[in-house]
């Protein structure tokens, strides 16, 4: 957020002593800081912060793919859990089967 702050004061800026330091510390925050971006944990907080979303990241590609992350994630848990139910279910259902067979044999005589 700093860096965007930075980016529209200096392109309001004159052309001066102030504006060609806002330049350096804006040089200096992107070299140092530029692989945040790429760190799941933080690129993942930023973008479930209601405040930030993608205002946070400069890169619009490190930004999509911080959206694909926990999307992917809960896509694959989903799945676990579909699976574990599946699995669940065939181990159960002969058993469920068998006693509502039977329950219908003995109330059909």
């Not at 980016?7 to 060609?20: D, N």
């Not at 973008?47 to 896509?75: H, M, W, Y």
Request: charged residues 15%; aromatic residues 6%.
């Amino acid at each position: 957020m700093l860096r965007h702050v930075i980016s529209a004061e200096c392109a309001q800026m004159a052309p001066c002593i102030g504006a060609t330091l806002a330049n350096h510390l804006k040089n200096n925050l992107n070299e140092k800081f530029s692989g945040l971006e790429k760190v799941n944990s933080l690129s993942v907080a930023t973008i479930l912060d209601p405040r930030f979303k993608q205002a946070g990241f400069t890169n619009q590609s490190n930004a999509q793919a911080a959206v694909e992350r926990p999307t992917q994630e809960c896509a694959l848990l989903l799945m676990r859990r579909q699976k574990m139910c599946h699995w669940r279910l065939q181990q159960h259902l002969p058993v469920l089967v068998n006693k509502i067979t039977c329950g219908l044999y003995w109330t059909t005589m």
